[in-house]
């Protein structure tokens, strides 16, 4: 069955070190994004990409980015991570429409 | 740009009680209405859809109906269930915005024995 996989699940690092978040998905969708989730602000878009070699930057992609090289894996990497980007992070993958939305299971990021 | 608004939660009721979580949006053209839901620990699931007007969107006994006069797409549920607890995202996705989701804050559902 097709799946998206994040990883790791939980992660714990240091402040001012750089991180990569996993998601890889086989469903052979075009569409990857990333979101953030934060209590009082639901989810928040942080990057997307229409397919290989495409990246957009979201409403919050201060101190993220994101490549594409290939189909299935959008890494999303935080070049100096901080404390205030501690939160739970969602990848999701879509074939053009939001039905097609389907959705990681998150990676919960502590930055200390 | 679009936004949904959600009531705050948490939301708590004894089982077989009536849910509504309201939701409402803003949003040029004719966007698409969306319920997501999160079980503890868990990713997000599509609980149901609208795509226009006076459309009802329904599923494990969920219903919502787009309402373009008030700009609401509420939740309700009859009777919850102990394992209806979870949290619930509206959404919309705009014509423009490709397939992009826009959600609200999220609701809080605990539903007690």
């Known amino acids: 069955d097709a799946e998206i996989t994040q990883s790791p699940r939980h992660k714990i690092t240091e402040t001012g070190r750089q991180v990569t978040l996993a998601c890889h998905q086989t469903?052979?969708?075009?569409?990857m994004f990333w979101y953030r989730q934060d209590l009082g602000h639901g989810l928040r878009l942080i990057h997307y990409?229409?397919?290989?070699?495409?990246?957009n930057k979201g409403e919050v992609s201060d101190g993220y980015s994101v490549s594409r090289s290939n189909t299935e894996d959008l890494p999303l990497t935080l070049e100096s991570a901080a404390s205030s980007q501690t939160s739970v992070y969602f990848c999701?993958?879509?074939?053009?429409?939001?039905?097609?939305?389907?959705f990681g299971s998150g990676t919960r990021l502590t930055v200390v | 740009g679009d936004s949904v608004t959600q009531m705050e939660g948490p939301v708590t009721l004894s089982e077989e009680a009536f849910l509504t979580i309201n939701c409402t949006y803003t949003?040029?053209?004719?966007?698409?209405l969306f319920w997501y839901v999160q079980y503890p620990g868990e990713g997000l699931q599509l609980l149901l859809k609208?795509?226009?007007?006076?459309d009802k969107g329904s599923n494990k006994g969920f219903e919502a109906t787009y309402r373009k006069e008030t700009t609401s797409f509420h939740l309700e549920k009859g009777s919850v269930q102990v394992s209806d607890s979870a949290v619930y995202f509206c959404?919309?996705?705009?014509?423009?915005?490709?397939?992009?989701?826009?959600f609200g804050t999220g609701t809080r559902l605990q539903v007690t024995l």
């Open positions: 990409s229409y397919g290989v070699q495409d990246t």
């Open positions: 999701a993958s879509s074939d053009g429409t939001a039905y097609g939305y389907t």
């Open positions: 469903w052979n969708h075009n569409n």
């Open positions: 959404a919309l996705t705009n014509t423009g915005t490709a397939s992009k989701l826009t």
């Open positions: 609208a795509t226009k007007a006076d």
């Open positions: 949003a040029t053209g004719y966007p698409s």
